[in-house]
């Protein structure tokens, strides 16, 4: 399958002017910026990115049913996409992620674009890995990726959570299921900062875990001594269980999903916890508590993906502004917020701000203690900040 530089290969010539972001090292090529199409490129292939005057600018993964029309492999003219190419992107990728073998044995080992492998997620759950291929060029490769990551990892096992809306977009149909090995078990189990937990690889969210909050899950474990807390979209506890373990006085967690509270409650007795569990809608039963009186120390707001894209923005902004608005109204004075929102469409600068605008129709003066951001293992380069989607505040109502 490779694709050696050839001037004859393939290739999306773009329209005059268009290059700009391809020069800044931006990974995604989209339907508007081309001018034409040389060649007949199948679905996944190889093509070059050719400016206007047919200057080289990168090889890419050719998808002509999406918006994204291509999406960058390597900007070298020399490289070949191959599978020594994939290969080594994938044991360059694993090789950053070694230092956190000593606190965890989940992590994500792949990270799509950040790791130079754009569609390609892979998480590590002890000694199984689950794939997410999301783009035309990553399943293309699909087989010899596995295989990378189970040479590398020495993992005995692989499953697959392909079931992602974007793949429609590429034309790709969902896929879920075992990949290889022993994968077709429905939970496994791992251990993140000395807390044991369930993971449902099958039907979970994401790939089964967040493990883009491991470092603030440990954040929150700072903060909890002492205090009520109050931990909102809970799933399957990770921020309760690490709350209970820095001393927190008490804890109550609401999720509306009955599967993932079976598994909070058997995360909680595994690690020898008591926790109050509600399976409530969230907007409701904070109403609920306030008309109740009651009160909390410390609150962890971590909805689900309220704007996927810049244009549900508005929407989502009205969401944000009302959950947090009543979480600020059942903060004790000196109470902590962590708040955060995993939405790509909601950028760092517009959610505080739409924080900003909760507190002051709460009535509350709120200090910025901290801002979050996912664990190491989700990097972020600078020339693709779509890829910076988790973004948190610590807030102190005072």
């Known amino acids: 399958m490779a694709r050696r530089p050839d001037a004859g290969a393939p290739a999306l010539v773009l329209k005059p002017g268009r290059e700009k972001s391809l020069l800044r090292r931006h ?3 989209f339907s508007g910026a081309i001018g034409r199409v040389v060649g007949e490129p199948e679905l996944g292939a190889t093509v070059a990115i050719r400016a206007a005057d047919g200057a080289f600018l990168a090889w890419a993964a050719y998808s002509p049913s999406s918006q994204i029309r291509a999406r960058v492999w390597i900007w070298d ?3 070949s996409i191959d599978d020594a190419f994939l290969r080594a992107r994938v044991a360059a990728a694993i090789a950053r992620r070694a230092g956190l073998a000593a606190t965890t044995d989940a992590m994500r080992l792949v990270h799509a674009e950040a790791d130079g492998l754009p569609g390609v997620v892979c998480d590590r759950y002890a000694d199984a890995v689950v794939f ?18 189970l040479e590398a990892t020495g993992c005995g096992a692989a499953y697959e959570r392909s079931d992602l809306e974007v793949r429609g977009l590429e034309g790709l149909p969902p896929r879920s299921g075992p990949i290889r090995g022993a994968a077709a078990a429905p ?10 937990y369930v993971v449902d690889v099958a039907h979970g969210q994401k790939t089964g875990f967040y493990l883009d909050q491991r470092a603030n899950r440990d954040r929150i474990r700072t903060f909890a001594a002492g205090r009520d807390v109050l931990n909102c979209f809970c799933y399957t506890g990770g921020f309760t269980l690490n709350a209970l373990a820095g001393g927190a006085h008490s804890a109550l967690s609401i999720d509306s999903s009955a599967a993932a ?20 809608d969230v907007f409701a039963a904070l109403r609920k508590l306030r008309d109740g009186g009651r009160a909390f120390d410390l609150i962890v707001l971590d909805p689900p993906k309220f ?13 944000y502004k009302d959950i947090n608005l009543l979480a600020l109204k059942l903060l004790r004075p000196a109470g902590l917020l962590a708040t955060f929102s995993c939405s790509g469409g909601v950028s760092p600068e517009l959610f ?14 709120v200090r910025l203690l901290e801002r979050l951001q996912a664990d190491d293992d989700h990097p972020v380069t600078l020339a693709f900040p779509e890829g910076e989607y988790l973004k948190g505040l610590v807030l102190e109502k005072r």
């Open 307 to 319: 704007a996927p894209t810049a244009a549900h923005a508005e929407r989502a902004a009205r969401a």
């Open 132 to 149: 997410q291929f999301a783009s035309a060029g990553a399943e293309r490769f699909r087989d010899t990726i596995v295989d990378a990551v």
């Open 187 to 196: 939970t496994l189990t791992i251990t993140e900062h000395g807390i044991r």
């Open 77 to 79: 003219e020399q490289a």
């Open 261 to 280: 509270l079976e598994l909070a409650r058997e995360n909680a007795r595994r690690n020898g916890f008591a926790v109050d569990w509600l399976e409530a």
């Open 27 to 29: 990974p995604w090529v």
């Open 352 to 365: 505080q701000k739409i924080v900003a605008g909760a507190a002051a129709d709460a009535g509350a003066d």
